[in-house]
């Protein structure tokens, strides 16, 4: 597990999603943009971002945002953001069992407190799965979060 202070994430010609979704249907949402993009024949230029803004009885109010080659005609659930920004966030990445990540969750969130951080924004995390030389499934997960600079 690493924590950066003062990063940024950053990304151009972003499709965007955001919806009410259960895990599973966060999947079928993914992979409908990801048809949709190659329909209007688009490609992506980055990876999968996820943001979960409130998450209530098993369903997330979620934003998910795909950087794309370029501004394709947009129609349905989409939203077409030019440019995204996130500056000045803290960056907690982790790479290991789904089981301990709560425990690097906790330590990114002791880390804030103690440091008298406010976040400003929702966290936008990017996650890969594979599997080690074992054949255990693992991944790797890096959550930027917007820090608030005033100091109060």
Known sequence: MNITEGTSLEMDNVLSC????????????????????????????????????????????????????????????????????????????????YTEYPTAVKKYTDYILSKKLVPITAGYSIEKKFQDKTGEDLFSITTYVGISENIL
Request: aromatic content about 8%; cysteine-free; proline content about 5%.
């Open 18 to 97: 955001r919806k009410k979704l259960t895990e599973y249907e966060m999947k079928l949402a993914v992979d409908n943009m990801l048809g949709f993009i190659e329909k209007v024949g688009a490609k992506t230029v980055g990876p999968v971002v996820k943001a979960t803004y409130q998450l209530t009885n098993g369903i997330a109010d979620t934003e998910i945002l795909i950087p794309i080659d370029r501004k394709p005609l947009i129609h349905g659930d989409y939203e077409f953001k030019p440019v995204f920004r996130l500056k000045n966030a803290l960056k907690l990445e982790y790479t290991g069992k």
